[in-house]
């Protein structure tokens, strides 16, 4: 079933896609890191797109900031000068960082780039060790393999730096590194030019007090003399054996880094089937946190490091759920500078996971799971009319399918941002791609004038006053009721939290009148707890505007009608369906808390869902999909019953007893099975909720009757119902095989 935008609300058309990329950048830019974002679109060309203007929003932010930014000391260059290379060096022999909260809390801000293709790591049997291959390969190219090295060597301490900062109260951000009391650079430049003073006098002059001692004597005691020279040279000679040991280390690394080390892993199966591997690994990404937020203090602003995971969902379930896994537990660490954002279609990607054996315990659905790593899920809204009609057209003129409509907030900045405030690792299929989109010759005529979307007038302060103000009702303990609706997993609050601030940016964006703030709390909250039934409202609304567009009578939908009213009038049909949406509803929390957030706190109605529609988020539509899917199967079911006059079910639920016997009267069945129904008292619900085998028994019917029976209170059942809903309940991927039957 399509998406239908009923006349009867006015509701702005669909905006482009940069309006939502806009403000998922912003949001970026107010979270915390460790974040990993669900980017959830049926459409790759529009993921694509999203990522694409998200890249050039982010580095515009950092651009900006870094122009305003008036304080001594401004951060350094990203193209390092000579000076600034030097100056590194000696950061790294030398000294130590010191976390303060100044340079905890800068305002500058650097952001890495780094797109994974799943799709071409695909034939690896370890996925997530290509995705760590490819971000280490990105943090070497954009830093520079020689720094790297160096800190592997003379910085980091597997010891000191697994544990997390300690926060210090003083004005420097750097400390002589010591042995005892002493720094580093003094030991080393005292041995030096120890060195050289003994060292020189002896080499050129020797043991002139040995030589007067042994003049007159034979040779073979005056090599005395030589052995005890040449241990002297070697004792003071100290020093050169320990920067010969450093300068080989650092050659080792240089030509031997983690890449090697890791596909030497992936190489030797004795390694990579045991924990060896993963721990390594985990080694190394620990050790690439440390060196970005060294990195931090020297540059003078911090660095985000966003990993584009695309084409995810087009690989084998144990791959998907093995990469899922990395993201969890080596990009999650509390203190991790990454930013995930997976890119892929979440009704195929729940479908791959589901499908994943020994992947999932037995009480885990892959929602859950999904749960458990997603802390913003950012759904993409479907296309609207109008805009699968911009799309058509943009594809007749040989236009790419999304346009871009990427502004410029200054003349002579790239489309695709400064490359001195990112790092890409770009897909060479994407860059093949559109080489191919630019020799495209089009059917019609390019128009000039496109319309683009001006960031430039968003208000970031009302924006931020909304914001505040939403999260203040919700810990408001005396006024607000939302506490009690709040799951009490941590994962589910960030998830509540990240999704108002991008609901009230896109109401912003779009210039809508925003809803007051607990309002808007109110609807994200709903999302997040119960997203089956709303999914079902949705779709309810969805039908009924379509079905009154077939009759004619648009007007005939009431926007006033409370949406609890929608959801218990079709409250019936969601029963009777309900082996079918088994997996979906027990994602939702307690049903009479939904109950009572509808029907007495917050009693949204019809028109509020259609302004929340395209700013929501947080709403997984595969959900409401699959929704469509099993009703519009049952329409079909229905239009079988018109056929032969069938009995609906919200008819036969209503009949008494007295009801079935006038019925089965008026098909002329025999007095004897009217006695059948009265004496065990059969009504319209025995007929449909128990077993049909069981009804049949009872009845003792023939065949041919019994057949008349179920086709006119149950309705046409085709020959493989039967047997597919026997196994339904044993099915190892319930959800998967119910969709594909229904």
């Not at 060294?294 to 144990?318: A, H, Q, S, Y």
């Not at 925003?514 to 089956?532: F, G, Q, T």
């Amino acid at each position: 079933m399509t998406t239908f935008d009923c006349v009867l609300f006015p509701v702005t058309d669909i905006p482009s896609d940069n309006v939502y990329a806009y403000a998922l950048s912003k949001t970026f830019t107010k979270v915390s890191s460790p974040v990993t974002v669900g980017l959830y679109s049926e459409c790759h060309n529009r993921i694509n797109m999203v990522l694409k203007n998200i890249e050039v929003h982010m580095n515009q932010e950092a651009k900006r900031r870094e122009e305003n930014y008036t304080k001594e000391p401004k951060p350094r260059s990203i193209t390092p000068s000579i000076s600034d290379m030097l100056s590194l060096i000696l950061r790294l022999l030398f000294y130590r960082p010191v976390w303060t909260e100044q340079n905890q809390n800068m305002k500058n801000i650097r952001y890495m780039f780094v797109r994974f293709s799943a799709w071409h790591f695909a034939g690896s049997d370890l996925l997530w060790a290509g995705l760590v291959m490819q971000l280490s390969k990105a943090i070497q190219n954009s830093f520079g393999k020689l720094h790297l090295g160096l800190f592997r060597i003379v910085q980091h301490d597997e010891e000191k730096d697994a544990g997390k900062k300690i926060i210090e109260d003083v004005p420097k951000n750097w400390r002589f590194k010591k042995l005892g009391c002493i720094p580093i650079w003094a030991l080393i430049l005292i041995g030096f030019i120890g060195s050289l003073l003994i060292l020189v006098p002896l080499i050129m002059f020797g043991f002139p007090h040995l030589k007067e001692h042994l003049e007159g004597e034979k040779v073979e005691e005056s090599s005395g003399y030589g052995a005890l020279e040449g241990f002297a040279i070697a004792v003071l000679g100290v020093p050169a054996v320990g920067a010969l040991r450093f300068i080989l280390l650092l050659l080792k690394n240089l030509i031997f880094n983690q890449d090697l080390k890791i596909r030497q892993g992936l190489d030797n199966k004795k390694v990579s089937q045991q924990l060896g591997l993963m721990h390594e690994v985990r080694l190394e990404m620990r050790l690439l946190c440390c060196f970005i937020h060294f990195m931090e203090i020297f540059e003078r602003r911090r660095i985000r490091v966003v990993l584009e995971i695309t084409n995810l969902d087009r690989c084998t379930p144990k791959k998907i759920v093995g990469v899922l896994d990395a993201i969890n537990i080596l990009l999650s660490d509390e203190e991790s500078p990454f930013i995930s954002v997976l890119a892929v279609d979440p009704e195929v990607l729940v479908r791959q996971v589901q499908q994943a054996e020994d992947c999932l315990s037995k009480r885990d659905s892959a929602y859950d799971f999904l749960d458990r790593i997603i802390t913003l899920p950012f759904t993409v809204p479907p296309l609207s009319n109008a805009s699968k009609s911009s799309v058509f057209e943009n594809i007749v003129r040989g236009q790419s399918e999304i346009s871009e409509n990427i502004p410029l907030e200054e003349t002579g900045t790239s489309a695709l941002g400064d490359p001195g405030t990112s790092f890409s690792v770009e897909d060479e299929c994407s860059v093949k791609y559109s080489e191919e989109e630019e020799q495209a010759i089009p059917l019609i005529e390019k128009k000039g004038n496109v319309e683009t979307f001006a960031a430039a007038e968003l208000n970031l302060q009302e924006v931020d006053k909304l914001t505040q103000s939403a999260f203040s009702y919700i810990t408001s303990r005396d006024k607000s009721q939302l506490p009690v609706y709040l799951s009490v997993d941590t994962m589910s609050m960030r998830r509540v939290i990240n999704s108002i601030r991008v609901t009230i940016m896109i109401m912003e964006t779009r210039k809508l009148e925003p809803p007051p703030p607990e309002k808007i709390a109110a609807w994200v909250v709903l999302v997040d707890r119960w997203p089956c039934r709303l999914s079902w409202i949705l779709q309810c609304v969805e039908d009924d505007q379509q079905s009154d567009e077939r009759d004619g009578s648009i007007c005939a939908v009431d926007n006033t009608k409370k949406l609890w009213d929608v959801f218990n009038y079709n409250s019936l049909e969601l029963c009777i369906i309900g082996y079918a949406v088994n997996n979906f509803l027990e994602r939702d929390g307690d049903p009479e808390l939904f109950e009572i957030f509808l029907k007495n706190h917050f009693k949204f109605t019809v028109e509020d869902l259609e302004k929340f529609k395209l700013c929501t988020v947080n709403l997984n539509y595969s959900i409401k999909n699959q929704l469509a899917r099993i009703r519009g199967n049952r329409r079909l079911k229905r239009a079988g019953r018109n056929a032969f006059q069938s009995l609906s079910s919200k008819t036969v639920m209503n009949m008494k007893t007295e009801d079935i016997c006038q019925e089965l009267s008026n098909l002329r069945f025999p007095e004897r099975y009217l006695e059948t129904v009265r004496e065990n008292f059969i009504d319209g619900r025995t007929i449909l909720f128990s077993d049909p085998k069981d009804l049949r028994q009872v009845l003792q019917m023939t065949l041919g009757e019994w057949t008349s029976f179920k086709i006119h209170f149950l309705g046409v059942i085709p020959s493989s119902q039967p047997a597919q809903a026997k196994t339904l309940p044993n099915a190892t991927h319930a959800g998967v095989v119910i969709c594909n039957g229904q």
